[in-house]
C-alpha cells in the first residue's frame, strides 16, 4: 500500500527542504571561495599568487601575446609568397596536398583529426601540431628532430607518407611560372628558386602566424572581471594545485620542453618511443614537446597521437597522474621502458574542480 496522500506530500516537501538546504550548502563554499579569489585576482599578473610548480620545473610568468607588428617592404612580400606557398597543392607528389591541408586556419592550424592523413591516404603516426607557436620553439616537430622553421619547412613536402615530393622535380616545375620566378626575385633576389627558398619563403610566413584574439588576451586588457567564477577556478587550479604551469606558463603556456605522459604505448599497438629516435637517450623514451595552450579549444583532438576528443578527457588524465607505460622491454623496439616523469603526480580533484580547469583552457 502507498502512503496516505497528506503523508506523501509531506515527506514530499521535507525531501525537497533538505535538497534545498543540501544544495544551499554546497553552493556556499564555492560563492565564499570565488569571492576570495576575485579579490586574490583583481590587479594585475604580477600581483596574482604565486604559481605552484614542484622542482625541475621551468616557469615563466603569464603574459599577453606582443602587439602586432605591421610587415612592410621585403618583410611583407616575404610573408605574402609564403602564405601563397603554404596553400600550394603542386608542392606535393600528388598535386593535391598543400600544407595547409594538415594545417589549417580555421582548425587553430591543426587538422582536427586524430593522426595526419597523406599522400595516397596514408595516415601518419602523429596529430598535426597548431603553428601558433612554431615561431617560438628551438626545435620542431613532437619529438624537436628539425632545428628550425626552415628545415621543418622541407620534411612534410619531402615526406613519404606525407606530401611524397621531388625537391628535383618541385623546383623544375616552380621555375617554370613567371609568377614565382618574380615574386622570388623581388623578396629575396632569388635569380633561380631552389627547395631551400620555399622553405625560407614558408618559415617566413609562419613567423607572421599568431592565435586569434582570445578571452584571455582580454585579461590582460581589463582584468579577469572578463571571466566566469568556473574559469576563474580553473585559472587558479592551472596555477596552483593542478601543478598545470609546471610545463604550461609564459606568454604561449608552453615550457618548449619535453616530458613523458604516460601514453607513448610503449609494447602496444600504438607504440610510439617519441624523442628517443631523435636522441638515442634512454632518459627520452616517451618524450614529446608540451604544445602550446593558446586557441587550444580549436585543435581537438589531443596529444601526439590525438587520442583524447575532448579536453576533459586530456584533464581527467592529468589529474590521475597520468597514463601508465609498461616496464618490461618491447620487443618491438630498442628503446628501454620509459621512465615516469617527475613532474606527473596524482591530484586531488573534485569533478567541479576538473570542469573548472575546462572552463579556463575554452578561455584560451
Known amino acids: 500500500m502507498g502512503f496516505p496522500l497528506a503523508r506523501t506530500g509531506r515527506i514530499a516537501l521535507a525531501l525537497a527542504a533538505l535538497i534545498f538546504v543540501v544544495a544551499a550548502t554546497q ?102 601540431l597548431s603553428l601558433y607557436a612554431a615561431s617560438q620553439m628551438d626545435s620542431l616537430f613532437w619529438d624537436g628532430r628539425s632545428p628550425s ?4 619547412a622541407i620534411e612534410p613536402i619531402i615526406n613519404p607518407i606525407e606530401m611524397a615530393a621531388d625537391p628535383a622535380q618541385i623546383e623544375a616545375w616552380i621555375n617554370t611560372r613567371e609568377d614565382y620566378r618574380q615574386e622570388f626575385a623581388a623578396a629575396y633576389g632569388t635569380p633561380r628558386i631552389a627547395i631551400g627558398d620555399i622553405a625560407l619563403a614558408l618559415a617566413d610566413f609562419e613567423r607572421t602566424l599568431r592565435p586569434r584574439s582570445s578571452k584571455w588576451d582580454r585579461v590582460f586588457r581589463d582584468g579577469t572581471e572578463v571571466l566566469a567564477d568556473d574559469e576563474l577556478l580553473g585559472l587558479h587550479l592551472f596555477r596552483t594545485r593542478a601543478r598545470c604551469a609546471n610545463c604550461h606558463s609564459g606568454t604561449y603556456l608552453t615550457d618548449g620542453r619535453f616530458h613523458n605522459l604516460g601514453i607513448s604505448f610503449y609494447g602496444r599497438t600504438l607504440e610510439d618511443v617519441g624523442r628517443y629516435a631523435v636522441t638515442g637517450d634512454p632518459a627520452d623514451v616517451g618524450y614529446f614537446r608540451t604544445p602550446s595552450l593558446r586557441g587550444v579549444s580549436r585543435s581537438d583532438p589531443y596529444m601526439h597521437n590525438g587520442i583524447f576528443p575532448h579536453l576533459r578527457g586530456v584533464v581527467a588524465t592529468y589529474a590521475g597522474g597520468g597514463g601508465r607505460d609498461r616496464t618490461v622491454q618491447s620487443e618491438t623496439t630498442d628503446a628501454p621502458p620509459p621512465l615516469p616523469d617527475p613532474l606527473l603526480k596524482d591530484l586531488d580533484l573534485t569533478a567541479g574542480e576538473r570542469a573548472a580547469l575546462v572552463a579556463f583552457l575554452n578561455t584560451l
Open 149 to 152: 622553421l626552415e628545415a621543418q
Open 27 to 128: 553552493r556556499e563554499e564555492p560563492a565564499g571561495r570565488i569571492a576570495q579569489l576575485r579579490q586574490a585576482y583583481a590587479g594585475p599578473v604580477e600581483s596574482w599568487p604565486a604559481a605552484q610548480v614542484d622542482e625541475g620545473a621551468v616557469f615563466s610568468e603569464f603574459g599577453p601575446l606582443p602587439p602586432r607588428v605591421a610587415l612592410e617592404g621585403n618583410a611583407a612580400l616575404r610573408a605574402q609568397l609564403g602564405a601563397r606557398l603554404f596553400e600550394e597543392r603542386h608542392l606535393s607528389g600528388s598535386g593535391q596536398l598543400a600544407c595547409a591541408s594538415c594545417h589549417n586556419v580555421e582548425l587553430g592550424f591543426s587538422d582536427g583529426i586524430k593522426t595526419s592523413i597523406g599522400h595516397d591516404r596514408q595516415r601518419g603516426q602523429r596529430n598535426a
